[in-house]
C-alpha cells in the first residue's frame, strides 16, 4: 500500500475537482479527500497516461465515464501492486512508455539548446572573422588614420626619407606579401626607447627608435615588423572590437545589416588606443609572421633571438598603446613555440646585403 497525492474529476460536484489522496491496494485503488471518497477496483481500473504534455498518470473505473483521478506522482508507475498484476501490468507499460517519451524528448530539447549556446559560444571566433571580413578595409583605414592624428602629437617622428628608403628596400619581401593582400603598410619612426613596434588598424606601423637600438640585426627588427604585419592583415583590431560585443551583437549583426557596425568604428577614437591584442592574436601574429619570414626568405631565427633579448631584459618597461609587449604571452612560451616551428620547418634564407651596424648609426645621428 501506498499514498500519492491525486485530483478527483468529478463532473457530479460542483467545483468539479477536488484534491486528495490515492491509495493502491493490491486488489484496489482508493482516493480519500475531505468530502469524497472513491474506490476502483482492479477489474475495471483503466490506467493512462495523459493530461498537459502527457505528464498525468490517470485512473478511472471502465464503467463510470464522468469520473477520473490523477496523479503527477510518476512513483505511481513504479507502485508494486500494479506492476504485479497481470491485468493491469500492460496498461502500466504503455503509460510508463508515453511518459519515458516526453522525459525524453524534454531532454533531446534541452540537450540541442545547451549545444547550440555551446555551439554558438565555440564557433564565436568563427563568426567574428566572418563579419570581420565584412568590414570594408577602408574603415579600418579611417580608424587607423584617426587613431594614428590623436597619438602622433604623443610621439617625435622622426623624418629621414633616405633612412625610411633604405629600411623599406631591406623589408621589400615583406611589404610585397601584405600588398599583394591589398594593404597599404605606412612606416613610421618615433624617437622612444621601448623596445617597441606596434601597427595600427589599416597598415600604419609604428617603430619606436628603442627597437631599433636593442635588435641585434635586421633580421631581428624584421621578426618583430612580420609580427606587426600579420595584426594587420589578420584584422585583429576590428576583431578585437567585434569580439567585444558580444555574441549576440554579433549574430544580430551577421543575420542583419554590417553598416550597423559602421557607427561603433566610426566612434573609436580612445576606445580602440585601449584596446589590446589578446593572447590568442598574439600567437597568431607571432604564426603568420613567421609564415612570412619563411615565404620571403628571411632567416626566421631572428624573430627568437629577438625574443631571447626580450627575455634577457625582463623589467624593461613596455608601454604603449597596442604595444608590442602589452599583452604578449610570457616570452619564454613563444620562444618555446617558435623553436619548435624552426624544427619542423625547412628555412631557406638569404642573407641580407645591408650592414644593420652601419643603419643603426646613421639613425641614431639623425636623432
Ligand atoms: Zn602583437
Redesign the pocket.
Known amino acids: 500500500m501506498k499514498n500519492y497525492e491525486a485530483i478527483l474529476i468529478d463532473t457530479t460536484i460542483s467545483s468539479g475537482r477536488v484534491s486528495g489522496v490515492l491509495t493502491i491496494y493490491s486488489d484496489r485503488v482508493e482516493f480519500l479527500s475531505d468530502s469524497k471518497t472513491i474506490e476502483i477496483s482492479n477489474t475495471f481500473l483503466k490506467i493512462t497516461a495523459g493530461g498537459a504534455g502527457n505528464r498525468l498518470i490517470f485512473f478511472s473505473d471502465c464503467n463510470i465515464n464522468d469520473l477520473s483521478i490523477y496523479t503527477d506522482d510518476k512513483k505511481v508507475l513504479k507502485n508494486e501492486f500494479l506492476i504485479n498484476n497481470h491485468l493491469l501490468a500492460g496498461q502500466l507499460k504503455s503509460s510508463k512508455k508515453v511518459v519515458r517519451k516526453i522525459i525524453f524528448s524534454s531532454i533531446y530539447v534541452l540537450s540541442f539548446f545547451i549545444l547550440l549556446i555551446l555551439g554558438a559560444y565555440l564557433a564565436k571566433d568563427y563568426f567574428v572573422e566572418k563579419l570581420a571580413n565584412q568590414v570594408p578595409r577602408e574603415w579600418e583605414k579611417k580608424a587607423g588614420d584617426q587613431l594614428f592624428k590623436t597619438i602622433s602629437g604623443q610621439y617625435k617622428i622622426v623624418e629621414n626619407d633616405s633612412l625610411k628608403k633604405v629600411f623599406l628596400e631591406v623589408a621589400k619581401p615583406l611589404l610585397n606579401q601584405i600588398e599583394k593582400q591589398g594593404v597599404k603598410i605606412e612606416l613610421y619612426f618615433v624617437e622612444d626607447p621601448s623596445i617597441n613596434a606596434f601597427a595600427l588598424p589599416g597598415g600604419k606601423v609604428i617603430i619606436q627608435s628603442g627597437l631599433l637600438e636593442n635588435s641585434k640585426s635586421w633580421e631581428e627588427v624584421l621578426g618583430v615588423l612580420s609580427?606587426?604585419l600579420a595584426?594587420v592583415t589578420r584584422r585583429h583590431h576590428i576583431r578585437g572590437i567585434i569580439n567585444n560585443m558580444g555574441l549576440y551583437v554579433i549574430l544580430s549583426t551577421l543575420i542583419g545589416d554590417v553598416t550597423a557596425l559602421a557607427g561603433t568604428i566610426g566612434n573609436l577614437g580612445g576606445e580602440l588606443a585601449s584596446l589590446s591584442?589578446s593572447r590568442a592574436?598574439?600567437t597568431e601574429?607571432d604564426e603568420t609572421g613567421w609564415g612570412y619570414l619563411v615565404k620571403g626568405h628571411i632567416n626566421p631565427k631572428g624573430m627568437i633571438s629577438f625574443f631571447e633579448t626580450l627575455d634577457k631584459k625582463h623589467g624593461t618597461k613596455m608601454d604603449g598603446y597596442?604595444a608590442?609587449m602589452s599583452t604578449?604571452p610570457e616570452t619564454k612560451n613563444r620562444i618555446k613555440n617558435l623553436k619548435a616551428k624552426l624544427k619542423e620547418s625547412s628555412v631557406n634564407f638569404k642573407l641580407i646585403g645591408n650592414d644593420f651596424v652601419s643603419f643603426k648609426n646613421s639613425f641614431k645621428s639623425k636623432m
Open positions: 609580427h606587426e595584426h591584442n592574436f598574439e601574429a597596442l608590442f604578449h
